[in-house]
């Protein structure tokens, strides 16, 4: 499909020098951005679904989970020996 938008001059110029350094196309960056953007909207809906099913995650957990998630990515990484 062919669209056509208009940027600001300063994102436009950002978004081809992204393409650029990813040595790629204009077209292709802007389409895995849109298509990032579309499986984040399907997934706040399966989120929001989720909630309203089950009722929302307490606070607590979640503050946990984030406290746990800080913890393992500050930790150091094993290597995996070498046989």
């Known amino acids: 499909d062919r669209l056509s938008v208009t940027v600001p001059s300063e994102l436009g110029a950002a978004l081809r020098a992204l393409a650029k350094t990813r040595k790629d196309t204009v077209s292709t960056v802007v ?8 499986r984040l909207a399907a997934l706040d809906r399966a989120l929001a679904q989720a909630d309203k099913r089950f009722g929302a995650i307490p606070e607590a957990l979640v503050t946990h989970a984030e406290s746990e998630l800080k913890r393992a990515m500050a930790a150091p990484r094993r290597r995996p020996r070498r046989r």
């Open 31 to 38: 389409t895995d951005a849109i298509a990032h953007e579309i």
